[in-house]
């Protein structure tokens, strides 16, 4: 079983950072790509960014210049370092791991989620 654990949502000011981290936990043999994606009220889920094992990135236009997206092998782990947050950042932001498990399944994985709030 797999488990992904999103941490550092809150509420920030307009203009402000927040910096979310992912940490993947379980029967894991590899990860192929985690992202984070968004889901705000009344919308659907999209993609924020997106990175895969060789470090290969991709973004939102709506977040490019602005977010950045890492990942630490070692520890199962990504990140997601926002800057200049704007009101229309504030969502629910879920971790999505594509993951290949011990017994050699693999498959999509989504955590929780975590409130992200910008606002004055």
């Known amino acids: 079983q797999v488990q992904l654990v999103e941490s550092g949502g809150g509420l920030v000011q307009p203009g402000g950072s927040l910096r979310l981290s992912c940490a993947a936990s379980?029967?894991?043999?590899?990860?192929?790509?985690m992202g984070w994606y968004r889901q705000a009220p009344g919308k659907q889920r999209d993609l924020v960014a997106r990175?895969?094992?060789?470090?290969?990135?991709n973004y939102a236009d709506s977040v490019k210049g602005r977010f950045t997206i890492s990942r630490d092998n070692a520890k199962n782990t990504v990140y997601l370092q926002m800057n200049s947050l704007k009101p229309e950042d504030t969502a629910v932001y879920y971790c999505?791991?594509?993951?290949?498990?011990?017994?050699?399944?693999?498959?999509?994985?989504w955590g929780k989620g975590t409130l992200v709030t910008v606002s004055s």
């Open positions: 379980g029967s894991i043999f590899g990860i192929y790509a």
């Open positions: 999505k791991g594509g993951i290949t498990t011990r017994n050699g399944f693999r498959q999509d994985y």
């Open positions: 990175i895969t094992s060789d470090g290969s990135t």
